[in-house]
Every structure is written in structure tokens, then in C-alpha cells.
């Protein structure tokens, strides 16, 4: 296996549909930008070790099957766009799209986009029509927003509006189970170890996120038998490399996490942390990457290079 993507004539250069296949968009498009993204990861691939190239093809071409959402967009809204307010799987099987697009054509046939617009001016968007689709495999609730009538002619994407997801909280847990996982998958290692951990879950904030992750959740202490009240911030028993029954995982020697999508390489977030109590440590500071460690029971963030830096990529490298 000698290549990443195939040796093949390109001539596509539209955008990437709604969640596009990223490979596959990667793999057809003629774009000058895609172009250079392809080459680069193509030359990092042809330096992997060739008994491990098959595997990191594979994973590279898995992406979620965003097929469903494209043809749902084939489909001919009339004078509408469409709101998509719910949108449930109920099945692993494979799921065709010709029923569900011929149910919401022959719905919206039957509304009136004028009278849809005046409900909309006298009562709110709150009283749009609902069309609710449900055949056991999956279960779609849809509402049509009408468009101006000097808009109802031109061709359009018929989804206006995709399922908004809502929660509480960071992406504290997540990392700490994605990070214990992996932990745990080697046994014990004479030699250093790094987890490395690309996040671009939407409830990850960031540093704050992460610190809280691998350091443990922020608390507010004081002292209460004192009549002055000073209050401090300190780090509970509930991080990575710390929790209530003592230290963990001292295979370990660092946790690596980033927000790394291809077009921003050059100044993608990451943050490096050196394990306090490992057992196969190292010299942090011949990476060249900014880390954070413990000192005196202080957490100190290092200086580094950004990523690009280190790749020799510079920040304007697709244009």
C-alpha cells in the first residue's frame, strides 16, 4: 500500500456536501486548498511504517454515513424550506430515504405558503405546520418555513435547518473516559508514553475543559473555623493523574490533547501535560511543544511552539 488517496484525474470543485464523507471529499477534490491538505497528509503517510498503513488508511475513510441528510436533499420543497426539529434512528439497518422524501413532498402540497407567512406575522413562528414521519426505522418531525414569494422559483437546498443538540456540562467526562481507556490498553510500558487525543466534540470548551480533565474539577475552600473567611481555589480528587484512592495510571508519562482539523494545522489549539508521577518519564522540554507539570503543588504552563512551528507549515499555507 504506497498511497493515502488514489492517483486519479480531478476535476470536482464544489464545496463538500453536508456532512460529506471528509475522506472521500479529500480524495475527489480539485480545489487548490483541498489539493495542498491532500499532498501534506500524503507525505506524512508515505514516512508511516508500512506494516501500520493499512490500518491508518482504514481509519481515515470511516466517517459518519451523511448519505441520508444528502438525499433528504434531493427532495423537491416547493416554496418551503425546511426546519428538521427531530431526527431519530430507531434501527441498524440500512435506511432508504424514497419514502420518507415522497411523504414530505405530498405533505407540503397540500400547505399554503401564504397562509403560513400570515399565521407566522399574527401568531409567531411557534405555530408552523409539523410533519412527522415515523415508519419504525426512523422517526423525523419536520416543519416548512415558507420562503418570500421572489425566492419560491429559485433552485435551493430544501434544509434550511438542522437538529439542534442541547446539554449541560463540559466535555470534562468524556476525556476522562477517552483518556482512562487508553491508559489501560498497553499494561505496563518501560518506556514513555503519551495518549494523544484529537477533541472536536462540540461540548469541549477548550483549555479550561481539558485542565479540569486531566487536574481535577475546580472547587472553592475555606477555612471555617476562622472569623476571616480568605477563600482559595484549589483542584479536587477527581483528575487523570489524581483522584480520591491516590495516583493513577503512572505508565503514563504525558496527555496530549488538541483541536486539530486539517485547514487549521498551523495555529490548532493544543495543550501537553507532563505526568507528576509517572513512571517512565521524560525531558518535556526537547519536544519544543509549550506543556503544562506540577511544581511545589503548583500547576505551571510552559512556553512552546505552535504546531505549524513544529511542522514548518506556516499560517498561510492554503492560500
Known sequence: ????????????????????????????????????????????????????KKELKSRFKKDFDSAFYDNLNKLDSGDFLLCIERFDILTKKQLGTKGIIAYIEQKLNKIN???????????????????????????VVVKPIPVTPSARKVKKRPIGIYPVETFLGGGEEALRNSIGKKAKKYGKLDKPFIICLNSLDVRMSGKTDVDNAVWGSPAL??????????????????????????????????????????????????????????ENKMDFNKIGLKFNYMHEDHIVDNTGDDIGDILHISKDWLV
Open 1 to 52: 500500500m504506497d498511497n493515502l488517496f488514489d492517483s486519479i484525474e480531478r476535476i470536482y470543485l464544489e464545496a463538500a456536501r453536508h456532512n460529506e464523507n471528509v475522506y472521500d471529499y479529500y480524495n475527489t477534490s480539485a480545489r487548490a486548498d483541498i489539493t495542498i491538505i491532500r499532498n501534506t497528509l500524503e507525505g506524512w503517510f508515505s514516512n508511516y511504517p508500512e506494516n501500520e
Open 113 to 139: 405558503p401564504d397562509m403560513v407567512s400570515k399565521g407566522i406575522k399574527e401568531s409567531g413562528i411557534g405555530k408552523l405546520p409539523v410533519i412527522e414521519y415515523n415508519n419504525g426505522d426512523i422517526h
Open 221 to 278: 475552600s475555606y477555612p471555617i473555623d476562622s472569623e476571616i473567611r480568605v477563600d482559595k481555589w484549589k483542584r479536587q480528587a477527581d483528575g487523570v493523574f489524581f483522584n480520591k484512592r491516590g495516583v493513577r495510571f503512572k505508565n503514563l508519562t504525558g496527555i496530549f490533547v488538541s483541536e486539530i482539523c486539517p485547514h487549521n494545522i498551523p495555529v490548532a489549539n493544543y495543550w501537553l501535560y507532563e505526568h507528576p508521577f509517572s
